[in-house]
């Protein structure tokens, strides 16, 4: 890694490290010839040793270099200084679309169809200029802070894979086509897939395929279908769905040809959200399943190239291909025998059940005769005399309770009166099963037989083992009418997931996604033998507990780096005119670092006007640092406590983030601060009926002296709020 202050090819000066990847450290440099900020990525020493990959890196780059388009990032110089290869291009201030879509969870299905089509036009471009990406994933999409999308690392992946480049370091397996883990050919039609592997990933906030290790992602891609994304987002319309499942066409003759059919598609999708106009050609009859052989396996799993079997060969001349597929044939006939087995014993048991119902209404009826021929008028009158002389008993115990005064008209006794229960009553209802802790195919039989549909609802954090039911809705013993859906939750463990790599408000924002309570620590780094931070300022060191480990209860710890100790004074880096996460990741070194929000009318929303120490200057990094966001031209709305905390000359602020409340549904949400004030209970509206996003960052000025509070959330159903829940909050005085 090289070090802050360094000039490559007395030009480039390097002023901090913005991201690093499986090839290549990406820096924030400055042109000292043309004054203006660049990036810089400079190749890692791994593969700078390898002359055929060198000059393959150089042409491919200077090819890059000739793309201009509006959706590409453009490359300004290539070249090497001492052992230093390096690539300039443009500098990007925005976020990569995979931490947009980690932040956010998932994309709405307009803001998705814009970036697809933008990723699309880039790559047309580039198409029509004979350069192929041949990596292209979230990673290599950079959504700039004015919400423009571009594609970058054009031509490395091209130049990577002509030599014995592992295939996990050369991008990723998770969005490679499938003559891509083949080590076949790959052209503009391999772009598509991974474009729509992209796509998939926007709108459900997960990968199609998932594995253990790289070798089997590999052959999920070349042998599973994906689960339909409309079983992870419900709303997304059915042309949508229909592209993403033709780009990702395992056969390269039934996906898109073309990017500008795609970019055609999607934007007519975009007015015709559920209409059928994309159009996937039919299987040839011709052709046979291509069974994935052992030997292909294990050249995939040396990164080497795979022998893939020719479109016009016959795979019945491989005798190991045919007795592969014999095998799975056998095993699916076994599969449908035992479902139509299955079906068959049902069918038998419903028709004993309705026989021995019939039987039964048979021997009933006699029985039913005869009482009706004894019940003649003499029954009837009975049972009008016994009705005369309950009503008479009913009366005389009410009248002789008033006399005693153990009655009072129009009010209850004294004594809690017992209530009478009674016998449960058959109203034709099932009561929902208990499916937690079950596989999904478990609760689909289990269901079944109770006459109920499931629908999977989501991924969470559960004490339920990873795959299996974590929660369901409605709870089991509820009763539902026949034919009713049970929404679950697919567990996805206890265990901490890794965030090592993620800035301290990536991390933060991560987690509480999961549910998690996340505390922040601070601590400095380790130096490694060069004398630099082993993390760099801002990003996280570790996790407590560790990634894998199971988590206990809902709290965690991050710590976060604070780079190199260099005693009571350090340089404050000038953080005006940066968005507020890069902001704070920047100030990483210092302890302890408040975020304000402002009106300006001058500044961007979002982005840092102002900061409490000066940048460029030395400051103890132990003492509290202040930057001031815009909220662009909208005045924060003054609450009874902002308007009596000016008047009494001190702040109290809140900057919590609260978590997803329990059965949120995406309405309009209102928020109530209720805080203990000179012994009286004050309530304040904080948000009212706006559609929030959460987590959720309060920004909110409490009570002068009052340093806790309890925030009510609630939300509008039916024009009425309802209480979701309430969080205990607490306030700090802002010197």
């Not at 388009?69 to 990007?92: A, K, R």
């Not at 016009?312 to 001349?317: G, I, K, N, S, T």
């Not at 109920?452 to 409605?474: H, K, T």
């Not at 997931?497 to 408000?505: E, N, Q, R």
Request: hydrophobic letters at 35%; one cysteine or more.
């Amino acid at each position: 890694m090289l070090k802050t202050g360094m000039v490559i090819a007395e030009r480039y000066e390097i002023l901090s490290n913005i991201g690093t990847g499986g090839m290549a450290d990406v820096y924030r440099s400055k042109d000292l010839k043309l004054n203006r900020y660049v990036a810089v990525k400079v190749l890692k020493p791994e593969f700078r040793d390898d002359k055929t990959f060198i000059r393959k890196f150089r042409s491919e780059a200077q090819a890059a270099a000739g793309l201009t388009h509006p959706n590409i990032v453009s490359v300004f110089d290539v070249g090497d200084d001492e052992g230093v290869y390096y690539i300039v291009m443009e500098l990007i201030e925005g976020i990569t679309l995979k931490d947009y879509i980690s932040k956010k969870g998932k994309l709405s299905i307009k803001e998705a169809t814009s970036i697809a089509i933008q990723v699309s036009m880039g790559l047309e471009a580039a198409h029509n200029h004979g350069i192929v990406h041949r990596d292209v994933k979230p990673q290599n999409i950079i959504i700039s802070t004015d919400g423009k999308v571009k594609v970058t690392d054009f031509g490395i992946a091209r130049a990577a894979s002509s030599n014995t480049i592992s295939s996990n370091v050369v991008g990723s397996v998770h969005y490679s086509s499938p003559e891509q883990v083949r080590g076949g050919y790959s052209d503009e039609k391999s772009d598509i897939y991974s474009l729509g592997i992209t796509i998939y990933e926007m709108v459900t906030g997960k990968v199609p395929f998932t594995g253990d290790t790289t070798v089997a992602i590999a052959i999920k891609h070349l042998q599973e279908e994906m689960v339909p994304p409309s079983a992870y987002t419900q709303d997304i319309p059915f042309s949508l769905e229909q592209i993403i499942y033709k780009c990702t066409q395992k056969s390269v003759d039934r996906r898109y040809q073309k990017m500008e059919e795609v970019i055609a598609d999607l934007k007519h999708s975009l007015i015709d959200p559920q209409g059928d106009f994309v159009k996937i050609d039919t299987v040839d009859k011709g052709a046979k399943t291509r069974v994935i052989s052992d030997e292909e396996i294990g050249e995939i799993q040396k990164g080497g190239k795979a022998k893939i079997v020719p479109e016009d060969e016959d795979p019945d001349d491989d005798p190991r291909l045919a007795e592969k597929r014999e095998r799975e044939k056998e095993r699916q006939a076994r599969k449908e025998a035992r479902k139509a087995a299955r079906a068959e014993r049902a069918r038998k048991a419903e028709q004993r059940r309705l026989e021995e119902d019939e039987l039964d209404e048979e021997e009933e009826r006699p029985r039913r005769k005869k009482k009706k021929k004894r019940r003649g008028t003499g029954f009837g009158l009975s049972i009008l005399l016994t009705l005369l002389a309950v009503a008479a008993l009913v009366f005389i115990i009410i009248f002789i309770g008033k006399q005693a005064g153990l009655i009072r008209d129009g009010q209850e006794t004294d004594s809690q009166t017992p209530v009478t229960q009674t016998a449960a009553v058959d109203d034709g209802l099932i009561e929902v099963p208990d499916l937690v802790g079950r596989t999904e195919d478990e609760a689909r039989e289990l269901a079944s037989e109770k006459h109920l549909g499931i629908q999977m609802a989501g991924e969470e954090l559960s004490a339920q083992q990873a795959g299996r039911i974590g929660r369901q809705d409605p709870a089991a013993g509820t009763r539902v009418e026949e034919n009713s859906t049970v929404k679950y939750y697919i567990s996805t463990g206890a265990s901490m997931p890794d965030v090592t790599a993620m800035t301290g408000t990536q991390a933060v924002a991560a987690l509480e996604k999961l549910g998690l309570t996340v505390t922040v620590d601070k601590q400095y780094s380790e130096s490694d033998d060069y004398g630099n931070a082993l993390v760099e300022p801002g990003y996280v060191i570790s996790t407590t507990p560790s990634a894998g480990e199971t988590i206990s209860g809902s709290s965690v710890t991050v710590t976060v780096s604070r780079g190199l100790d260099f005693g009571e004074e350090a340089l404050v880096p000038n953080v005006v005119g940066m968005a507020e996460e890069q902001a704070v990741t920047t100030l990483g070194k210092f302890l302890d670092i408040q975020v304000m929000k402002e009106m300006n009318t001058e500044v961007e929303a979002g982005y840092v006007f102002s900061q409490s120490i000066e940048g460029d200057t030395y400051a103890d990094p132990d003492q509290t640092i202040t930057i001031v966001v815009s909220t662009g031209a909208q005045e924060p709305s003054a609450s009874a406590q902002e308007t009596q905390a000016a008047a009494s000359g001190e702040t109290w602020l809140c900057n919590q983030k609260i978590n997803t409340p329990e059965g949120y549904v995406g309405g309009l949400v209102r928020l109530e601060l209720v805080q203990t004030v000179n012994g009286q209970p004050e309530a304040s509206v904080i948000v009212d009926g706006e559609q929030l996003e959460f987590p959720y960052q309060l920004n909110i000025v409490g009570a002068p002296g009052v340093a806790d509070g309890t925030l009510y959330v609630s939300e509008q159903v039916d024009g009425v709020y309802q209480e979701l829940g309430h969080y205990p909050i607490t306030f700090t005085k802002v010197e």
